[in-house]
T-cell receptor
Framework: DSGVTQTPKHLITATGQRVTLRCSPR?????VYWYQQSLDQGLQFLIQ???????AKGNILERFSAQQFPDLHSELNLSSLELGDSALYFC????????????FGPGTRLTVT | GEDVEQSLFLSVREGDSSVINCTYT??????LYWYKQEPGAGLQLLTY?????DMKQDQRLTVLLNKKDKHLSLRIADTQTGDSAIYFC???????????????FGKGTKLSVIP
């Protein structure tokens, strides 16, 4: 158990809908990273937050957004969902003082029908 | 640009050593990582190596880094059936001072251990 929690574990929704994925980092970790794992694209970095502020952006679609709250949990919002958004979404947090060690949550499996 | 490549499959007999290979293209990578993913689970950080090191050993795991060839390998000694999983190689972007270490992953190598 990495100490990173993600909810829900599974999510099934229809095209055009909007969903919110939630991540709680390890206690005291200020950084949260979001990654998408799909069969065709593999594991791709989406976005990073550090202590409430966006720090880096990767291959994140404009339909997707994220935020990090004062209690350090983060949410990834996916809107106007398409079939191709079906994937595993992971969040990771990094150890304070050791930012290059990222610990991953169990992931949320999103299925868009 | 960054690109990380790995072979997709490896099959070994229980008790043998496994060697999983990876090549990367970004010579300015700061850290290189190995993660393990078991079916239905998240990614488990196995080990990592700083780019100025050649080798790192951690119990049954040995990581070798050849910076000249941009080649990284993970050796698992005395491979067990519990080692069956997908192993991902990853590199971190060069530290820009902005505190970001986003990872670029390979496609993963599926290790099958034959009893």
């Amino acid at each position: 158990d990495s100490g990173v929690t993600q909810t829900p574990k599974h999510l099934i929704t229809a095209t055009g809908q909007r969903v919110t994925l939630r991540c709680s980092p390890r206690s005291g970790d200020l950084s949260v990273y979001w990654y998408q794992q799909s069969l065709d694209q593999g594991l791709q970095f989406l976005i990073q937050y550090y202590n409430g502020e966006e720090r880096a952006k990767g291959n994140i679609l404009e339909r997707f957004s994220a935020q990090q709250f004062p209690d350090l949990h983060s949410e990834l919002n996916l809107s106007s969902l398409e079939l191709g958004d079906s994937a595993l979404y992971f969040c990771a947090s990094s150890v304070e003082g050791v930012p290059y060690e990222q610990y991953f949550g169990p992931g949320t499996r999103l299925t868009v029908t | 640009g960054e690109d990380v490549e790995q072979s997709l499959f490896l099959s070994v007999r229980e008790g043998d050593s496994s060697v999983i290979n990876c090549t990367y293209t970004d010579s300015s990578s700061t850290y290189l990582y190995w993660y393990k993913q078991e079916p239905g689970a998240g990614l488990q950080l196995l080990t990592y190596i700083f780019s100025n090191m050649d080798m790192k050993q951690d119990q049954r795991l040995t990581v070798l880094l050849n910076k000249k060839d941009k080649h990284l390998s993970l050796r698992i000694a005395d491979t067990q059936t519990g080692d069956s999983a997908i192993y991902f190689c990853a590199e971190s972007a060069p530290y820009s001072g902005a505190g970001s270490y986003q990872l670029t992953f390979g496609k993963g190598t599926k290790l099958s251990v034959i009893p």
